[in-house]
């Protein structure tokens, strides 16, 4: 076999890994995210957490026979798949997982889905990958001559959130973690009959931005910022992916139509006003006019330093009277909250976004799906277990 016709391996962010097709039966699991694939993520939290469980993993691999899993006694299964969990998180295997293809910028799994959900919830950032031969030429030409350029110009040192490079994987990053975009799509939930609209405030580099157009959403970033904006502009280059980038304050961003989900993550503190001012101030009632007009579901927020004055500036000024904790994370040395508003109870707005309450394309009740990382954050958001298959 000649070296173009092998696999090579790679260094990939493990946040770029999407699951590969399942059968019809278990549909609902095919190119979804790790965070989302709720059969593996729940067995590997049950073997290595104590958290989860062995049961849609179970019910996935008995509608999946060319998963070769055993299908006679549970309990001899579930040792076996506990066995091959430990393994896979003591050491790394010489067998990487194989990604079968790349496409919107998306590593698309072939082979080793549960040893991806167990570095997963280990917090690995970066893990190494077989990719099949058109998957990794198509991966080693992402062109990167115009973050290059903009880097240098910018004489910039360091990023606020990470780029999905190798080449720049050392670079310094002031928030590493995947907490806020697994919170994030723990919300949304591997959704597969919608593609949703989202408006990111205050994209930055657009991270959540492009991580979100991966998943087929329609996506706008805004950032008033000219570096941070000339940056996102090179990586949307860089990325392929279509993400609308426009450039100028919050405030003035008029759009024609309101948006699916709106983030507004560590941004809205700026529109507050001084500590103890008895008037709200016109940049707050400029923040929540917009947020009024332009939130159609759901508000995903995560506080500033002040995080109880916005929520309640958000609920009294606006139609977002629910609030749900999702979780607390922590960035840049401040423990922030990190949650949901929504202009109906928070299940409600999951069935709305999730196309709950009527058919989908193929004749199929859609369900609710539990985020496994809301769940492990500890929220009281009380959303129905799901189930696979």
Not at 29 to 38: H, T
Not at 82 to 103: E, F, K, L, N, Q
Not at 266 to 282: A, C, E, M, Q, Y
Not at 343 to 359: F, H, I, M, W, Y
Request: net charge positive; charged share 25%.
């Amino acid at each position: 076999m000649s070296n173009h016709s092998r696999p090579s391996v790679h260094k990939v962010p493990l946040d770029l890994i999407f699951s590969g097709p399942f059968p019809a039966a278990s549909a609902q699991w095919s190119e979804v995210p790790l965070v989302n694939l709720e059969p593996h993520m729940s067995a590997v939290r049950a073997v290595l957490q104590g958290k989860g469980g062995f049961d849609s993993y179970w019910e996935l691999t008995q509608s999946d026979a060319d998963q070769g899993e055993p299908a006679g006694d549970r309990r001899a299964w579930e040792k076996e798949v506990a066995r091959r969990i430990r393994r896979y998180a003591r050491s790394w295997m010489p067998a990487h997982p194989t990604i079968g293809r790349y496409d919107r910028d998306r590593l698309i799994l072939a082979d080793g889905h549960l040893r991806c959900c167990v570095y997963k919830v280990q917090g690995k950032r970066w893990i190494r990958a077989k990719l099949l031969p058109d998957a990794a030429s198509r991966w080693d030409a992402r062109p990167t001559e115009p973050l290059s350029r903009a880097v240098a110009r910018q004489n910039r040192k360091s990023f606020y959130t990470p780029v999905e490079h190798e080449r720049f994987r050392t670079q310094r990053v002031s928030r590493k973690g995947s907490d806020r975009l697994d919170l994030i799509r723990g919300f949304l939930g591997p959704i597969r009959e919608r593609r949703l609209s989202v408006l990111d405030v205050g994209c930055n580099i657009g991270y959540y931005s492009f991580h979100l157009a991966r998943q087929g959403f329609e996506v706008v970033g805004v950032e008033s910022d000219a570096q941070h904006f000339e940056v996102a502009e090179s990586l949307r280059q860089m990325y392929g992916l279509d993400v609308e980038l426009w450039q100028g304050p919050f405030e003035s961003y008029a759009p024609a139509r309101r948006f699916d989900v709106v983030l507004g993550l560590t941004v809205f503190w700026h529109f507050l006003p001084p500590k103890g001012s008895p008037d709200v101030g016109d940049r707050a009632r400029a923040l929540t006019k917009q947020l009024e007009t332009l939130v159609g579901h759901a508000l995903i927020w995560e506080s500033g330093a002040r995080g109880q004055e916005e929520i309640d500036l958000i609920r009294s000024n606006t139609g977002l009277k629910h609030f749900t904790l999702l979780g607390q994370t922590a960035g840049t040395g401040v423990h922030r909250q990190f949650g949901v508003f929504t202009r109906v109870p928070v299940n409600e707005a999951v069935s709305q976004l999730r196309g709950g309450g009527r058919d989908g394309g193929d004749g199929r009740r859609a369900t609710l799906i539990s985020p496994p990382a809301i769940l492990e954050a500890g929220t009281a958001m009380q959303i129905p277990a799901s189930r696979a298959g």
